[in-house]
Each structure stands twice: as structure tokens, then as C-alpha cells.
């Protein structure tokens, strides 16, 4: 592991390097670096070493600061985890450390939502990890997830537990007609829509009743059914 956090941080110092002489590096370019982290990861962690960290009292908990080794590590297993439909494993992940944001803008609701065609209704795997999760850290940011993702759908819940199960079941009844919205992230730099940064503890009332130009994780399906799961919609760079 510190061979693979030697290579690692040696790209984070190029890439720095390469953006103190120019700060207005396109994001094509900053796309292409986090490109060259994940193929180091996949290189060097096979799918057993994925399910073992997964589970592992050695991987540490999800660090604050985004730009750190270990933070790179648990955004690439949970990228991998889901592209690859691992759910037992991503479960797994979740249930001991969840970062709120994967890829860019892109937080872990959406990630799942948007990216995980190989996995059997993907957002129910926050439902699954919340159930088994017994680390409050890990907790409290599954739930996060959810209360950002189902904000505005007249989903209540007497305590945080309760939410979560009510909106995995508003989901299952309603899944049939809904798509995923890939304008989503952009909930994280427009105003009135609900960030990482927002709390429902803080702020019920932004979540319970959203800004009307917020962007729903789902909206309803624009396609009959049969057609692009996704409404054929891309979520961009």
C-alpha cells in the first residue's frame, strides 16, 4: 500500500505542478488526471483486495480533506464497486465509510443512481448499508445521502432510521416511471440547491421543502418504458 501511495502522490505533485503554471487548466485535463489515479488503483487492486478493504479495520475512516491518499482509495472502490455490480462488497464499504463525493460534482447518491447499470436498483444499496451499519460517522453520511436525494418528495420519518426505510419503499413503488436527473450535481454550485454542505439537522426546512430550481435526483420518466434508462441524458465532465 505505500508503494501505491508513493505513485499516487507522485501524480497528485505533477499534476499540482502543472496547475500552479497554469490555473486555468480545462477540466478535460483534471478528468485525465483523475483517469491516471483510478488506472493506478485498478493496476495494483484486484477485485478480492477491493472485497477485503472493504471490510478491513485497517483502511481508515473517511478523512475530511478530499485530497488525500486515503480519500482517493475509497472514491475509486466505490467506483469500481459499482461499476463492476460488486454489491455485497459496496454494501460492505458503505457501511464502514462513506464519502459524499465520488467523482467531481458527482456525490455518492448520484454516482450510484447514475452509473450503476449493473446493479439491481442501485440506490437501494444506501438502504442496505444504513441497516447494517454500526459506525455513526458512516451513519450519518448514508443518511445524508438519502435526505439530499429524496429531499422535497413529502418523505418524513420520525428519526433518521425511519426516513431511510420510507424512502427505499417510496422508491420501490415508484421506480417504474422515474429516470435519473443528470443535471443533479449541479445542485452543488447553483443557488437553491442542496450541497454537501447543507445539513438536514441545521436546516429541515431546505430539505422538506426544496427551492423549486433545485434538481431532484429523479424526475419522471420522459421515455416510455423500455426506452434508455436514463433518459439519455449524460451527465457531462
Known sequence: MREIERVWRSLEDAYDKGDERNPDLPKVQYEEHLQSVDRLFRTRLSDQNLCELAVSPKLPPVPED?????????TFMVKELVQSGGRRCLVDL???RCPGRIHGSETVEFYLAFHGERLKDPILVLGEAYAKCRVPEARHALVASVRRGFAGLGIRGKDDAVFVENAMQ???KEKGHLVVNASYPTNETVPGGISLTDSYEKDPGLFDHPSPSREPLF???AVPPGGPKNGGEDPGP
Open 94 to 96: 458503505l457501511a464502514k
Open 170 to 172: 417510496w422508491y420501490k
Open 219 to 221: 424526475k419522471k420518466m
Open 66 to 74: 478530499q485530497n488525500t491518499f486515503a480519500y482517493a482509495m475509497l
